[in-house]
Every structure is written in structure tokens, then in C-alpha cells.
Nanobody
């Protein structure tokens, strides 16, 4: 069983930055891929970023490429999402997720989810 706890959400003006963190716990906590999704009410959950367990391979959605960065610190069992140049369209609940069997670069392998953290970008 894997537990995921997100932090770092909040309210920021357009053009600003936020860094989300996701701490994981459970057995073999560093040997799986992790990622970030976001969801706006009434819309499907969007796969934003993924990172392999080693951190050497990453995925970023086209809508955030060049503005967001995903990274991880396995010594802290934590994955990060650095969000720069935020836009009002980035407003959503952001969820951390774990992919225990794949490389985390596609959305279908994610089976564990955090509770989510709200990110609101004002114009």
C-alpha cells in the first residue's frame, strides 16, 4: 500500500510560481514512478507530468511544457512539480499519483492517488 500526501498549493497571480510536493510512504517507497494530474470540475483528469523511479525519464504535457518541471528526491520519498509562468487556465486540483508497474510516462499505469491540492491562478 502506498500513501501520498500533497502540499504546496495555493493562490497565486498569473505569471507567478508555485512548487507542489508529494511525500510518499509505504513499502519500497522509492522504486516506482510518480506523476501529477490535475482536474477542473466538469472536465476529465489531465495527466500533467510523470517521472520514472530513477528520475532520468520525464513526461510533460504540451500545455505545461516549458513552464513546469517535475523532479524527485528519493532520499526524501518526495516528488516535486515546479510550476512557473502560471496562467489562469492552470487553475485546478492537482493530484499526485504513483505507478507501481510502469515507467510513469503514460497515464494508464497510475493506481494510487493523493487527496489533491488546490491551485488557483488569478488574472
Amino acid at each position: 500500500q502506498v500513501q501520498l500526501v500533497e502540499s504546496g498549493g495555493g493562490l497565486v497571480q498569473a505569471g507567478g510560481s508555485l512548487r507542489l510536493s508529494c511525500a510518499s510512504s509505504g513499502s519500497t517507497t522509492t522504486t516506482f514512478a510518480m506523476g501529477w494530474f490535475r482536474q477542473v470540475p466538469g472536465k476529465e483528469r489531465e495527466f500533467v507530468a510523470g517521472i520514472s523511479w530513477s528520475g532520468r525519464r520525464t513526461y510533460l504535457a504540451g500545455s505545461v511544457k516549458g513552464r513546469f518541471t517535475i523532479s524527485r528526491d528519493n532520499s526524501k520519498n518526495t516528488v516535486y512539480l515546479q510550476m512557473n509562468s502560471l496562467k489562469p487556465d492552470d487553475t485546478a486540483v492537482y493530484y499526485c499519483a504513483a505507478d507501481l508497474v510502469g515507467n510513469g510516462l503514460v497515464s494508464g499505469g497510475y493506481t494510487y492517488w493523493g487527496q489533491g491540492t488546490q491551485v488557483t491562478v488569478s488574472s
